[in-house]
T-cell receptor, first 112, second 114 residues
Framework: RKEVEQDPGPFNVPEGATVAFNCTYS??????FFWYRQDCRKEPKLLMS???SGNEDGRFTAQLNRASQYISLLIRDSKLSDSATYLC?????????????FGTGTRLTIIP | NAGVTQTPKFQVLKTGQSMTLQCAQD?????MSWYRQDPGMGLRLIHY???????DQGEVPNGYNVSRSTTEDFPLRLLSAAPSQTSVYFC?????????????FGNGTRLTVT
């Protein structure tokens, strides 16, 4: 099993819809989790960290389910500008950033 | 405040040539790293540094060298380019080594080795 797995998509979603995708991780001791977004041919940028209690930033909600070992990202009222690839990033043992494991990304396209 | 600056944006090399990818950050970040990104694979760590004068290998270090003589700069050297090194390279830095310190990425270098 891969350390971090994401559905590659693509997810094609109409503007204004709600979309959610998950990321599963294999190491149950993992402590820190992040979502990055990467626009086509650009660098990854931090979207949000994922906290144990779940957290929200505007239209974006991130949740952690330790029992089932996955994190999720929910986007409400999707905008055309949300079209991007979303990378799940996990620190498997709460080590330094050299241990970060990146998922291969989920591609999201918002359709007008 | 420019963040993380990488140069060049694009580069084409012939097999066997060497070159240096430059990376500089102006945020006084302690941690710097180099990744490569290939289709269908997650970002893979090449080398990293936790401070000036300290470097270490990541997951895929073969064929690459780094040095960190200052806090700001972290160049990546390709010693003898091979087609397998065709990739997109990203430099990334974080304020601390981690684990809760998010990475800031440069805008990438697209390298083609023929």
């Amino acid at each position: 099993r891969k350390e971090v797995e994401q559905d590659p998509g693509p997810f094609n979603v109409p503007e204004g819809a709600t979309v959610a995708f998950n990321c599963t991780y294999s190491n149950s001791a993992s402590q820190s989790f992040f979502w990055y977004r990467q626009d086509c041919r650009k660098e990854p940028k931090l979207l949000m960290s994922v906290y144990s209690s779940g957290n929200e930033d505007g239209r974006f909600t991130a949740q952690l389910n330790r029992a089932s070992q996955y994190i999720s990202l929910l986007i409400r009222d999707s905008k055309l500008s949300d079209s991007a690839t979303y990378l799940c990033v996990v620190n498997p043992m709460n080590f330094g950033n050299e241990k970060l494991t990146f998922g291969t990304g989920t591609r999201l396209t918002i359709i007008p | 405040n420019a963040g993380v600056t990488q140069t060049p944006k694009f580069q084409v090399l012939k097999t066997g040539q060497s070159m240096t990818l430059q990376c500089a950050q102006d945020m006084n970040h302690e941690y710097m790293s180099w990744y490569r990104q290939d289709p269908g694979m997650g970002l893979r760590l090449i080398h990293y540094s936790v401070g000036a004068g300290i470097t270490d290998q990541g997951e895929v270090p073969n064929g690459y060298n780094v040095s960190r003589s200052t806090t700001e700069d972290f160049p990546l050297r390709l010693l003898s380019a091979a087609p397998s090194q065709t990739s997109v390279y990203f430099c990334a830095s974080s304020r601390k080594r981690g684990p809760y310190s998010p990475l800031h990425f440069g805008n990438g270098t697209r390298l083609t080795v023929t």
